[in-house]
T-cell receptor, first 114, second 114 residues
Framework: AQKVTQAQTEISVVEKEDVTLDCVYE???????LFWYKQPPSGELVFLIR??????QNEISGRYSWNFQKSTSSFNFTITASQVVDSAVYFCALRGNQGGKLIFGQGTELSVKP | NAGVTQTPKFQVLKTGQSMTLQCAQD?????MSWYRQDPGMGLRLIHY???????DQGEVPNGYNVSRSTTEDFPLRLLSAAPSQTSVYFC?????????????FGPGTRLTVL
């Protein structure tokens, strides 16, 4: 069975603080794909990043960075110098080798206060 | 490209009524999926399709039917609406013959069943 766990239900920070959103996954597939999506208050789902299981390189995109560690089955997301516009629900998701099945975590609601 | 479109954006039904949520994509994507989003539960997969004429069940298929007669369209039917089906519904699609392409989501349909 595949599972994604985002243990942090809600996080509140003050603007300019760094914040890390945790994601732990379970899968028996040797090849799999991990994703992060952002859902702002407007409700749409915005793709942020995809990571393949055979590529453990960390990635940085502006203020966003992702730390993928197969040894701990984690794919954590860090926002540096958070801004109010980062306030949203963030979802981590996993897809194995089974067609279109994308399994989501419960989501972490991030609130960035001015 | 319009991407993934969903209609209607909002819908109110009475218990026992039936309706169809429409989903269309203009990207010639093979894979299409339906998810529902409920507070604290992330997104859960209802049904998915790996190509025209092929559909399969996800995590929460009961009470819903799907069909995929064309590559572009993947409607979701509620046969007899129940209050437990009050939710936000997202349609998604992705392309590629492998598992590498990213899944893109429509804007969602907010359904209330009274």
């Amino acid at each position: 069975a595949q599972k994604v766990t985002q243990a942090q239900t809600e996080i509140s920070v003050v603007e300019k603080e760094d914040v890390t959103l945790d994601c732990v996954y379970e899968t028996r597939d040797t090849t799999y794909y991990l994703f992060w999506y952002k859902q702002p208050p407007s409700g749409e789902l915005v793709f942020l990043i995809r990571r393949n299981s055979f590529d453990e390189q960390n990635e940085i995109s502006g203020r966003y960075s992702w730390n993928f560690q197969k040894s701990t089955s984690s794919f954590n997301f860090t926002i540096t110098a958070s801004q109010v516009v980062d306030s949203a629900v963030y979802f981590c998701a996993l897809r194995g080798n089974q067609g279109g099945k994308l399994i989501f975590g419960q989501g972490t609601e991030l609130s960035v206060k001015p | 490209n319009a991407g993934v479109t969903q209609t209607p954006k909002f819908q109110v039904l009475k218990t026992g009524q039936s309706m169809t949520l429409q989903c269309a994509q203009d990207m010639n994507h093979e894979y299409m999926s339906w998810y529902r989003q409920d507070p604290g539960m992330g997104l859960r997969l209802i049904h998915y399709s790996v190509g025209a004429g092929i559909t399969d069940q996800g995590e929460v298929p009961n009470g819903y039917n799907v069909s995929r007669s064309t590559t572009e369209d993947f409607p979701l039917r509620l046969l007899s609406a129940a209050p437990s089906q009050t939710s936000v519904y997202f349609c998604a699609s992705r392309g590629g013959s492998g598992n590498t392409d990213t899944q893109y989501f429509g804007p969602g349909t907010r359904l209330t069943v009274l």
